[in-house]
T-cell receptor
Framework: GQNIDQPTEMTATEGAIVQINCTYQTSGFNGLFWYQQHAGEAPTFLSYNVLDGLEEKGRFSSFLSRSKGYSYLLLKELQMKDSASYLCAALDSNYQLIWGAGTKLIIKP | NAGVTQTPKFQVLKTGQSMTLQCAQDMNHEYMSWYRQDPGMGLRLIHYSVGAGITDQGEVPNGYNVSRLKKQNFLLGLESAAPSQTSVYFC?????????????FGPGTRLTVL
């Protein structure tokens, strides 16, 4: 079956760096997305990786290893507003998104 | 540019009642979809549409029907609501019919079935 695994919850300190991991098993693969979702709000797009390697976008970076079925989202210089859930989603061979349950990130002062 | 809008934002139903959730997008997107989000679970695809008049089932279609008469609107119907359908419902749209492009989500409808 198809599956996405990511930690349920993580805690980090304001100003620090945090890495949120995601492993995936899908029927075929056409890319991996990261979305941010603040409590009570809709998910919003953060990044998309289809090739191996690191994509950097400001304080956020996303990494993909297709051979390992693994991705991570790296958040630097954490701010209180980064407190949110981070959703990992893989695009399978039928271009359907398979979503993880999300990682709730708690930022402490 | 309103993006993706959903109505209503909140709804309480009694078991057996029916209702329609409405979704509209003004970005000229071909691909639209309906998801439900439950605590501890990932977003689950209910139904999707690759264009006006074309719909298909997703992962959890039972108990729901959809209609896309116009490109900009995608309706989700609950035929006979059940407590198991208590959830947050999100509508999403994207440029690509293959769904490889960024999904834009509406603000969600919080549905409680008593």
């Amino acid at each position: 079956g198809q599956n996405i695994d990511q930690p349920t919850e993580m805690t980090a300190t304001e100003g620090a760096i945090v890495q949120i991991n995601c492993t995936y098993q899908t029927s075929g693969f056409n890319g991996l997305f990261w979305y941010q979702q603040h409590a009570g709000e809709a998910p919003t797009f953060l990044s998309y990786n289809v090739l191996d390697g690191l994509e950097e976008k400001g304080r956020f970076s996303s990494f993909l290893s297709r051979s390992k079925g693994y991705s991570y989202l790296l958040l630097k210089e954490l701010q209180m507003k980064d407190s949110a859930s981070y959703l990992c989603a893989a695009l399978d061979s039928n271009y359907q998104l398979i979503w993880g349950a999300g990682t709730k990130l708690i930022i402490k002062p | 540019n309103a993006g993706v809008t959903q109505t209503p934002k909140f709804q309480v139903l009694k078991t057996g009642q029916s209702m329609t959730l409405q979704c509209a997008q003004d970005m000229n997107h071909e691909y639209m979809s309906w998801y439900r989000q439950d605590p501890g679970m990932g977003l689950r695809l209910i139904h999707y549409s690759v264009g006006a008049g074309i719909t298909d089932q997703g992962e959890v279609p039972n108990g729901y029907n959809v209609s896309r008469l116009k490109k900009q609107n995608f309706l989700l119907g609950l035929e006979s609501a059940a407590p198991s359908q208590t959830s947050v419902y999100f509508c999403a749209s994207s440029y690509s019919v293959e769904g490889a492009d960024t999904q834009y989500f509406g603000p969600g409808t919080r549905l409680t079935v008593l």
